[in-house]
C-alpha cells in the first residue's frame, strides 16, 4: 500500500510537470528588411537568371515576445479502498500571466571593411547573380545625397551586389576589368569599398535542384 501512493504520487507529480510547457510561450517576430528608397535599377541589362538562388547568410536573430505564466490547478483524490485504486479529478484550474517581455532583434555578426567589385545599387535584393557574388545592404548613414540648396538626405534600405573581396583598391581594379570582360551586362561595375557594419547578407549559389 505504501509503495502504492508513492508511485500514485509520482504519477500526479509527472502529469503536473507536464503542464509546464504552457508556462511560457514565445511568439517570433521575423526579421525583415524594409523598402523604403525608390531607385531606378543599372540599366545593363542584367539577366534575370543565372541559374543561382540567393541564401541568406548573414542576418540578425528574429526578435520574439515571451509571456510566462502561473497555473495553480486544485485536485481532488479518492481512494477506493477494496481495489486500492486512487482517482483524481480536477476541481478548478487557473492560469494568470506573470510577465511580458519583448526581445528585439539583434546580431552578433555583420560583415564589410573590404574592397569588392561593384555590380549594382538596387532597393531589393535579386533573386539570380553570378555565382559567387552577393547582395548586401549597406548599414544605415553610408549613403547621403546632397542637393543643390545644401541639404542632406542619407539614403536608406539600399543593397550592393558585389563579387570578390580584395586587400587593396588597385587589385580591386584590375579584378573589374577581367570581371566586365566575363559579364559585359554589368557595365558600370567600378571597384568599391564595402563599409563594415553590413547586417544583411544573401549569397547566390548554384541551384542544384
Known amino acids: 500500500m505504501k509503495n502504492l501512493l508513492i508511485f500514485t504520487f509520482i504519477f500526479i507529480a509527472l502529469n503536473l510537470n507536464a503542464q509546464c510547457d504552457e508556462l511560457t510561450e514565445r511568439f517570433g517576430f521575423p526579421v525583415m528588411h524594409s523598402i523604403n528608397s525608390p531607385l531606378t535599377p543599372d540599366p545593363c541589362d542584367a539577366l534575370s537568371d543565372y541559374g543561382t538562388i540567393r541564401e541568406l547568410t548573414i542576418a540578425p536573430s528574429e526578435g520574439y515576445q515571451e509571456i510566462k505564466k502561473r497555473i495553480r490547478v486544485v485536485t481532488e483524490t479518492t481512494w477506493d479502498a477494496d481495489h ?6 480536477i ?6 500571466v506573470i510577465s511580458e517581455q519583448i526581445f528585439p532583434s539583434h546580431s552578433n555578426r555583420s560583415v564589410g571593411g573590404f574592397w569588392t567589385i561593384r555590380m549594382e545599387l538596387l532597393v531589393m535584393p535579386p533573386n539570380s547573380r553570378p555565382s559567387g557574388s552577393f547582395a548586401t545592404k549597406l548599414p544605415k548613414g553610408s549613403m547621403s545625397m546632397t542637393y543643390k540648396d545644401g541639404t542632406n538626405l542619407e539614403l536608406k ?3 550592393v551586389v558585389h563579387t570578390g573581396r580584395f586587400e587593396n583598391q588597385s587589385d580591386a581594379k584590375i579584378a573589374v576589368q577581367r570581371f566586365k570582360e566575363l559579364h559585359p551586362e554589368f557595365c558600370r561595375a567600378y571597384a568599391y569599398w564595402l563599409p563594415s557594419g553590413c547586417l544583411f547578407q544573401y549569397r547566390f549559389n548554384e541551384n542544384l535542384n
Open 84 to 89: 486500492c485504486i486512487a482517482e483524481t479529478v
Open 91 to 96: 476541481l478548478s484550474r487557473d492560469t494568470s
Open 157 to 159: 534600405d539600399y543593397w
